[in-house]
């Protein structure tokens, strides 16, 4: 089963307003904060509405140089059983080194090296998974010093390698395009758009400078004006905190749909 | 250098205080510093929302200058030891002993300011007049 249309982000601070849409697609929910024991009652709901729920990991740490926790794999295979999830998703990111966890999504260098330890880690990732998964490329407001690829390069390279499939944010292109200074259309040259399972959309502000991915800020027009050049099938809201109005997000969502040739769903 | 060494390296520069690692833009990584610190700052917000309340628009800043170059170990923690460093009061201090209480063994309580918060079989009741 592909993913299609228009989806929410679901979180417990707007489950009903989420719940409520009449044209939802599909949603994602944090693995991570999943209750073991099973489904918050308004996800089950949706289940059995038969509204696709993909688990979106945020702390397997798929790039970093250590052997990816074999504790935390399962509790993802977990989340899609319980869910009855037709997908995964995670990041092209490290989350914590040296007994150390960042807290946030950390970009990796575009080397060799990195490309084959995060191959292996989405590859121990995978034999344990009862479904595909889809990897995301972040948003970063430094890069490496030494790399050797280009983001569309090194993302290409893992994807293959591995058989994933990619999860597009264009909130994330667009900041990365800002914050080296490129033109973010031109930044979409070269990506594996065959393998696009999903588009994330997001809103940030411009702060000191740079683009800041905030999922906490509308997004902007610019990031919106992407949609069209990518041409996805199905497109997802994240929005993960300072909620506004149902209304402002009713809004948000239909120029979302609008801009990705979607019919009005709200 | 390996690449886990590297990483580590660049985890300990963004959250631990650890120096910069070569061949970096330093200006990009201070950055990156702020905003994990500002996420950071969000998070303990929400967990603790009574305490944030009390530094109405400076817990931001007052929380994050206390958080810079201390390891994250998660929100509930986080705000907790920022708590015991700066004691709070009002809604702000019964919502701590609410924590307290709550992670010790039932029966339990704690009477501090004229209000008494009770553990009993795992639920914790506060009596007197909360601020």
Redesign the interface.
């Known amino acids: 089963m592909s993913l299609q249309g228009l989806g929410m982000g679901w979180r417990p601070e707007i489950a009903g307003f989420v719940a409520g849409l009449p044209g939802l697609g599909f949603v994602e929910v944090i693995a991570e904060s999943l209750p073991p024991q099973g489904l918050p009652w308004t996800l089950a709901d949706l289940r059995d509405r038969d509204v696709a729920i993909v688990p979106h990991g945020v702390r397997l740490s798929l790039g ?3 052997p990816v926790s074999a504790k935390r794999v399962a509790r993802l295979a977990d989340a899609a059983e319980l869910t009855g999830a037709p997908l995964v998703s995670e990041h092209i990111a ?1 989350v ?9 999504l ?1 970009p990796l ?1 575009r ?1 060799w ?2 490309v084959h ?1 995060t191959v292996a880690n989405v590859r121990r990732t995978k034999d344990e998974l009862p479904v595909p998964i889809a990897l995301e490329p972040i948003a ?7 790399d050797e690829l280009t983001e569309a390069q090194f993302v290409t390279e893992i994807l293959e390698r591995t058989d994933a499939l990619l999860l597009l944010d264009v909130a994330n292109i667009y900041a990365n395009a800002i914050n080296r200074n490129l033109d973010p259309v031109s930044t979409l040259d070269g990506w594996p758009l065959e393998r696009l399972a999903y588009v994330h959309i997001a809103g940030g502000r411009m702060s ?1 400078g ?1 683009y ?1 991915d905030t999922h ?1 800020d509308p997004v902007p027009r610019a990031v919106l004006d992407l949609l069209p050049a990518v041409k996805p099938p199905a497109v997802l809201l994240e929005r993960d ?1 300072d909620y506004p109005t149902g209304a402002e997000l009713l809004a948000e969502l239909d120029a979302i749909a609008a801009a990705a040739g979607f019919e009005e769903v709200t | 250098m390996t690449l886990a060494e590297r990483q580590a390296e660049l985890v300990r520069c963004l959250v631990a205080g650890g120096p910069m690692p070569d061949g970096f833009d330093a200006e990009r990584l201070g950055a990156t510093r702020k905003a994990l610190l500002r996420k950071r700052s969000g998070e303990v917000r929400q967990a603790w929302p009574a305490l944030a309340a009390s530094y109405g628009e400076r817990w931001d800043e007052v929380f994050t200058a206390w958080a810079e170059g201390k390891p994250p170990l998660g929100s509930l923690i986080d705000g907790h030891d920022f708590a015991l460093e700066h004691p709070p009061s009002g809604a702000a201090g019964v919502e701590l002993m609410v924590y307290e209480v709550g992670r010790r063994k039932a029966p339990a309580f704690q009477y501090r300011h004229r209000v008494l918060a009770v553990n009993i079989a795992g639920r914790v009741r506060v009596f007197g007049r909360v601020p």
């Open positions: 970093g140089a250590e490290f914590r080194a040296g007994g150390l966890e960042a807290g946030h950390l260098p080397s090296e990195a330890a970063a407001l430094f890069d490496w010093p030494d000191g740079l800041h906490t905190g």
